[in-house]
């Protein structure tokens, strides 16, 4: 029998996401300030590929059996492959996906693919060019969607459209994205603001919640909306199938109506930080033992140890102006 990791609220968690680094090629505002997180041009020093993997064995040992690998956006780091080379050999870790958004995904996407990525979540919160390039401050959507084809033309599934609604900006275009995805035979999610760093406090004002989303699609496909009982992965999403097709279009209320009781991950930030919660300060530095010497069986138990601090729920509606001790582009969502 496996080891399970077990916090103190009793929800397994077995779902490690990995940041790989915090820059980033776009600057969506929701995200990332327009002058970067680190304007000053000094990047924090990241884990290492090796010091990565040594961290990931340690969850994978402990229980964890799905890693997503996320940024800022990970494939501005070079030879992400080698990585996914390297865990993908670990027994027991049954899942390794991306996250990114997709502007050199037609150039990574097969040595990714044949290194053990077997699924993406695609970021992309318009059809419209202008638009995109606008909400991402410099993001040319030609090149995104040429790296979704090249993915799904590969045969990596789920190819997953995350759409971060924002009133205003770009709410007008929910049915055109459920359209788009039945006709990629893609799969969509919309998802809620979040007040996470000054980003994304500032874009509180433009928040649309999940159940106006949500009654938007079923008034734009009527009967064909059907809920899934089908797998999903990793995802907090309230996922649902259009008609007979395999489409499955997901909502995540992160915010309007929170699924903190069913939470099943931890994130691992660029600078070896363990954060246990998107919403929460709570944090462990898994770095500084690292590189000072501590031994396989220590680095598990302070994870195990660790876990004892992760929070029952996030926050967001009571401190709405407050989460701003972290960026989104820090944590990889």
Sequence with gaps: MRNELIDPFMR?????????????????DYCMP???????????????????ARIIKAFVDLGI?????TGGEPLVRKNLSSLVEKISAYEGLEDIALSTNAHHLAREAEALHKAGVSRINVSIDSLKPKRFNHITRGGDLEKVLAGVDKALEIGMKPVKFNMVVMKGTNDDEIEAMVDFGLAKGVEVRFIETMPIGPAGVSMMNQHYPADKILARIKKHVGKNLIPSSGKSHDG?????????SETRIGVISAVSDHFCETCNRVRLTAKGVLALCLGQEDSVDLRTPLREG????????????????KPEKHFFNENVHNIEFRQMVELGG
């Design 34 to 52: 327009e002058q970067g997180v680190h304007p000053e041009g000094r990047h924090t020093e990241y884990l290492s590929y090796d010091e990565l």
């Design 236 to 244: 907090p999403a309230r996922n649902f199938v259009i008609g007979n």
């Design 12 to 28: 397994k968690i077995n779902y490690l996401r990995v940041s790989v680094t915090d820059k980033c090629n776009y600057r969506c």
């Design 294 to 309: 501590i031994t396989d069986e220590g680095l598990q138990q302070l994870i195990v140890d660790a876990l004892l601090k």
């Design 65 to 69: 059996a799905k890693v997503r690998l």
